[in-house]
């Protein structure tokens, strides 16, 4: 059983296409979803038809669009600590502005745990359109750490449920944080932390080399603004497709993986 959790911050819409996607590319996963929502202001039109087909609960996380900070991690941490979620064996972290393009990707990631038992989280590769690794995306990984190699980023996190990750979880959180190094400082993103203080057990994280679409940065301001609307094209053109495909339409394997960009 796995128990997954996405928080909605004004992203209804987003948020409806991760949640689709998800059940449209994995029919028969043994999973359960949780959608947290931040006291959101925007339109959940679309967000509550698909939870209510899809039979998924949105319950308030307690913190609204206003908070001082990111309020992710505590969502996350909270969610990690209900003891209705206790006896899962995965726990599955997604960010709003996720699309599975690809069948099967959450199968893959539990591949890779069963595969090395060292590992105590997995993650997919992230692409702007789900599709293609573009050279720009490269040159982003090479420049910035914390999207792979310095955290299980939160996006599209597969962890074992067990009790040193509860353990880590309860005592340090999921939350950002800065490290004061004498006269500097080192800020450490959503799940970092956790990801360092697991390696002091002996674990780590694997990433596989599946895709899924990843637009970045839509819950907060930030840099990219000026991507947006290039973005929210992207987004409604995959979500049409999958509005589609819960209204009965029949697609294959291979043609769901071909969606417009």
């Known amino acids: 059983m796995i128990r997954a959790a996405v928080v909605n911050h004004n992203t209804s819409t987003w948020t409806e296409l991760a949640v689709r996607s998800l059940f449209a590319q994995h029919p028969g996963l043994d999973i359960t979803l ?14 509550r038809q698909a939870a209510d087909q899809l039979d998924v609960p949105i319950v308030q ?19 990690v600590l209900d003891p209705a979620n206790a006896d899962c064996s995965y726990f599955l972290f997604l960010d709003t502005d996720v699309c599975f393009t690809r069948q099967d990707t959450v199968n893959q990631l539990i591949d890779a745990l069963n595969a090395d038992e060292r590992a105590f989280g997995a993650g997919p590769r992230m692409s702007w359109d789900g599709e293609t690794v573009t050279p720009a995306e490269r040159e982003q990984w090479v420049k910035n750490r914390c999207l792979y190699e310095a955290r299980l980023h939160p996006c599209c996190a597969l962890i074992r ?12 959180g999921l939350s950002c944080a800065t490290l004061m190094e004498g006269d500097e400082s080192q800020y450490l993103d959503t799940c970092e932390l956790m990801t360092r203080i697991m390696r002091t057990h002996g674990l780590h994280h694997v990433i596989v080399e599946t895709l899924v679409l990843h637009a970045f940065g839509v819950s907060y301001p930030n840099a990219w603004q000026n991507l947006l609307a290039a973005k929210q094209e992207r ?24 969606f417009p960009e």
């Open 34 to 47: 949780t959608i947290y929502d931040n006291a959101s202001g925007d339109d959940m039109t679309g967000l």
């Open 61 to 79: 996380s307690g913190f609204s669009t206003d908070s001082t900070h990111n309020s992710h991690g505590e969502v996350l941490r909270q969610f």
């Open 161 to 172: 449920n067990t009790p040193a990750f509860r353990r880590v979880v309860e005592e340090v």
């Open 235 to 258: 987004r409604d053109a995959w979500l049409n497709r999958f509005r589609s495909q819960d209204a009965g339409e029949v697609r294959s394997a291979e043609t769901s993986r071909h």
